[in-house]
């Protein structure tokens, strides 16, 4: 089955929190760097991920463009442009 990325933006994630922890996910920072890793909490201005060397990642929202993770369920996601 295909996989889906799924992009969650910083004001979803605290609703999200709960399929988040079980994947791993790319979060993509307002300056373009992306940081690797899973997600192990959230908070009303941080998230925290733990990446692969075992390194914790504290990240503010304020800083976060989008939260990005693979979805093996095979849902197309609904569209964020109003065009398509």
Known sequence: ???RLMRVTP???KSKQG???K???NAVLSNGNTVFGI???VDATHLVLKDTRNHQHQIALSDLY???YDD???I???SRHATL
């Open 1 to 3: 089955m295909s996989k």
């Open 11 to 13: 004001d979803q994630i």
């Open 19 to 21: 399929i988040l922890q």
């Open 23 to 25: 994947q791993p996910l």
């Open 39 to 41: 997600l192990l909490s």
């Open 66 to 68: 989008e939260v990005v």
């Open 72 to 74: 093996d369920r095979g």
């Open 76 to 78: 197309v996601p609904p």
